[in-house]
């Protein structure tokens, strides 16, 4: 990234929250949102900006499972492990895809394509076992029909 | 386009049956059609009614009808006196012993929720009117009292109790926070009424900021939920250009604003002393109290954290009086509890009920039993900080005091439904697993008691459990109980303890038989190919890892026991249900 730019969005940024209380957070999710990640040039300059040491900045966004350290894949996979989904199977939805896209929990698989995530419930228990890719919600998933949801999204490129 | 005057919704409740609905719809449509009402009166069969096992239902609409079991012969009656002259036939009448009730979901799904000409059409905002305009503070927080309302977000701490703590503090500054966090996975109920009535929430926390003299406001949303979010953010900028936030609010002396904080993924930081950590930019460690936020809270003023239900039942507490909410409800619990149903439930999905309704109003009557047919086995409330209520306890009356002395709690409203197949001591690991998870790491009866008692229940569920885990379990749970800082520690265990005290017998089978009776732990099961019924095409062998499944497809398979990893692989694959696991 270069220099210049990172600079200006972190001084919007910095500007659009300043003089609020509290604010690292909210800026950290805008930084997130924007990259769909928290880069570390970034927090770097945000350091330097904000005026608060590095080790605080990563403190805030070690603690939540929210922010990412590493940039996502292109399409992210979120299997809900919610109490209802896991009732229903979500542990063998999880395997199915783990197995066919060689990939672990939190990682990005090796073409980048896809990035796997196990979250808790993601609000639509009545569909339960739920998997979201992007912005498309799977309702009642069957494990046999992972492979095709998923080459669905894998063409897409 | 026609328009009708009446819509009549159909369903034959009894799935056993044939579905009976053609004939008495035909019937229906010509006898309307003989009364030359056919253009008036809209008939429609729908897929689900709400009401189960009751044989053919109508509904009528608008009056709101629901007339069971009825018979062709029945039909002239409803039309003569119901339709035409308005009058319901008291012996037809459905006596819905499923009552539900709706306060906090008054608005959801009625008005559009971002709009706000829609909220007070429906007398929106015009509680914080006659609380701004006609009443004080100490007045408001004495009605409060005499609603009995007690906090919707797990505690069930009064309400009014809590205002008056943090009134009677001076201070140049003081915070209301709304607790949009709802932390319990398999829960949806704050998000909903965030995305379809925030601003019954505003007008709730405005009323609240008024009773204890608070100046600011903060939601602290999960960033899950964008859509509630953008929701609230929305309704919040509509009610500051409306007068209903900002400076002399509706003309009052009242200044009061409110903004929009989001979570991170943290379930601890639905604690209250976390989430203050959170809103002020930290870490959501926990600290302890006392002093209570009500005393030392945000920035380390007074301040009140109320869920979002909570405040939710606010406005209609004050349009309608403190005296009329308490109506509903048992002696030490007031008003109306929204529970999101889930799990092995036929009809999945929110409801609102009035507290001291029994457990089994709720799953049979309302929602239709279990989904898959088979016995209930248990009600799991109060999600990880929770319990399991046997199918024994399902005609207790639902209200704070009895699930707790069932050793469950009343929670944030998560309700799932578990049926014979699924397994107690799977469901404690989850539960406890996912507070381990959670567990912010600051204090040791929680990280490391919580990290060892999920060591036991794995070795058991692996068929290592030895006799004296059960005692080990209840030995750390106490010291949990008793030593950890925060609630999350403090009741991790619950769903272990809960799981032990009803279904001993269960962790029994597993330690000492090594067996799952529900055949959910896998690593317990023994798979076996059922030799009349395989058919001898071999996908069983072509996918075992483990080699463990000799034969050939003349000869026949057999599964090799002492090879057998027990991966479940074979069980699944087999398309003649030839494997047997046990
Ligand atoms: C680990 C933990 C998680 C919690 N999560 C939530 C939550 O998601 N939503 C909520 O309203 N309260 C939650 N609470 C309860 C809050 O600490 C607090 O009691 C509540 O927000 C007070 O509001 P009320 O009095 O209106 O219930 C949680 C408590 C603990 C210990
Ligand atoms: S009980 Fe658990 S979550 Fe609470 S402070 Fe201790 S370690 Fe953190
Ligand atoms: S359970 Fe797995 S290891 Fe055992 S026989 Fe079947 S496929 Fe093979
Ligand atoms: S538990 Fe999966 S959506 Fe709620």
């Known amino acids: 990234m270069e220099e210049k730019a990172v600079s200006i969005e972190i001084k919007n940024l910095v500007e659009k929250w300043k003089g609020k209380e509290g604010n690292l957070i909210m800026i950290l999710h805008e930084i997130q949102n924007h990259h769909g990640y928290v880069p570390r040039d970034i927090s770097l300059k945000l350091s330097e900006m904000l005026d608060v040491p590095l080790a605080r900045i990563y403190e805030v966004i070690t603690f939540y499972n929210y922010f990412k350290l590493s940039p996502p894949g292109k399409h992210r996979i979120s299997v809900c492990m919610g109490t209802a989904c896991y009732l229903k199977g979500a542990p063998s939805l999880i395997e199915e895809i783990k197995d066919l896209l060689d990939v672990e929990e939190g990682k990005t698989t090796k073409d980048g394509l896809f990035h796997l995530d196990v979250v808790r419930c993601l609000g639509c228990c009545g569909l339960s076992p739920v998997l979201m890719i992007d912005d498309k919600v799977y309702g009642k998933v069957k494990k046999a029909e992972i492979a095709d949801i998923l080459a669905k999204h894998g063409k897409e490129g | ?582």
């Open chain 2, 1 to 582: 386009m026609a328009v009708y005057s009446k819509t009549i919704l159909l369903k034959d409740t009894n799935l056993a049956q044939e579905d009976r609905t053609r004939d008495f719809y035909t019937n229906f449509l010509q006898k309307l059609e003989e009364s030359s009402l056919s253009e008036l009166v809209q008939v429609v069969r729908v897929s689900d009614i709400g009401v189960y096992n009751k044989g053919v239902v109508i509904k009528i609409m608008p009056d709101n009808i629901m007339y069971a079991n009825l018979k062709d012969s029945d039909i002239p009656r409803i039309i003569n006196t119901t339709i035409k002259e308005g009058k319901p036939l008291d012996d037809l009448e459905l006596k819905r012993t499923g009552r539900q009730l709706r306060i906090v979901l008054r608005n959801c799904g009625m008005i559009d929720p971002e709009n706000i000409r829609d909220y007070i059409g429906v007398d929106g905002y015009l509680a914080l009117k006659k609380v701004l305009l006609e009443s004080t503070p100490e007045k408001v927080i004495e009605e409060m009292k005499k609603s009995g309302l007690r906090g919707r977000g797990g505690a069930g701490f009064p309400t009014w109790m809590k205002w008056k703590f943090a009134r009677a503090i001076a201070a140049d500054e003081k915070y209301v926070i709304c607790n949009g966090d709802e932390g319990d996975p398999g829960a949806y109920m704050d998000r909903s009424v965030l995305e379809g009535d925030p601003h019954s929430v505003i007008e709730g926390m405005i009323i609240a900021a008024f009773a204890i003299g608070a100046t600011k406001g903060y939601f602290y949303i999960r960033a899950e939920y964008p859509l509630a979010v953008e929701r609230i953010q929305k309704a919040i900028e509509d009610a500051r250009t409306c007068g209903l936030l900002g400076q002399n609010i509706l003309g009052s002396q009242f200044n009061f604003d409110v903004e929009v904080r989001l979570g991170a993924g943290a379930f601890v930081c639905g604690e209250e002393t976390a989430l203050i950590a959170s809103i002020e930019g930290k870490r959501g460690t926990p600290r302890p109290r006392p002093p209570y936020p009500s005393v030392k809270g945000l920035w380390g003023k007074p301040t009140v954290i109320n869920n979002v239900e909570t405040l939710a039942n606010i406005p209609y507490i004050f349009l309608k009086g403190g005296d009329h909410f308490a109506k509903a409800g048992t002696a030490t619990s007031k008003g109306t509890k929204v529970f999101a149903v889930t799990g092995k439930v036929r009809n999945s999905g929110l409801v609102e009920v009035p507290m001291g309704i029994t457990l089994r109003e709720i799953v049979y009557d309302i929602c239709g039993g279990t989904s898959s047919g088979k016995q209930l086995k248990a009600v799991q409330t109060g999600g990880p900080s929770g319990g399991v209520i046997p199918a024994e306890y399902l005609d207790t009356p639902v209200d704070y005091d009895n699930l707790q002395k069932l050793g469950s709690i009343m929670g944030s409203g998560g309700m799932i439904i578990m049926d014979e197949d699924d397994c107690l001591v799977d469901i404690a690991k989850f539960y406890l697993g996912f507070c381990v998870e959670e567990s912010c790491g600051k204090c040791s009866p929680c990280r490391i008691g919580g990290t060892q008692m999920l060591r036991v229940l794995e070795r058991i569920t692996e068929g290592k459990g030895r006799i004296e885990d059960l005692d080990m379990l209840r030995r750390i749970a106490f010291a949990m109980q008793k030593a950890s800082l925060c609630a999350l520690g403090q009741t991790a265990a619950n769903p272990v303890l809960s799981t032990v005290r009803y279904f001993e017998a269960e962790y029994k089978e597993h330690i000492v038989n090594k067996k799952c009776p529900s055949h959910k732990c896998s690593k317990l099961a023994s798979y076996m190919i059922i030799q009349d019924k395989c058919k001898k095409c071999g996908l069983c062998q072509k996918h075992c890892p483990a080699g463990a499944i000799p034969g050939s497809r003349e000869e026949g398979y057999t599964i090799k026991q002492d090879r057998c990893v027990k991966c479940g692989q074979c069980f699944e694959v087999c398309k003649f249900k030839a494997i047997s696991k046990e």
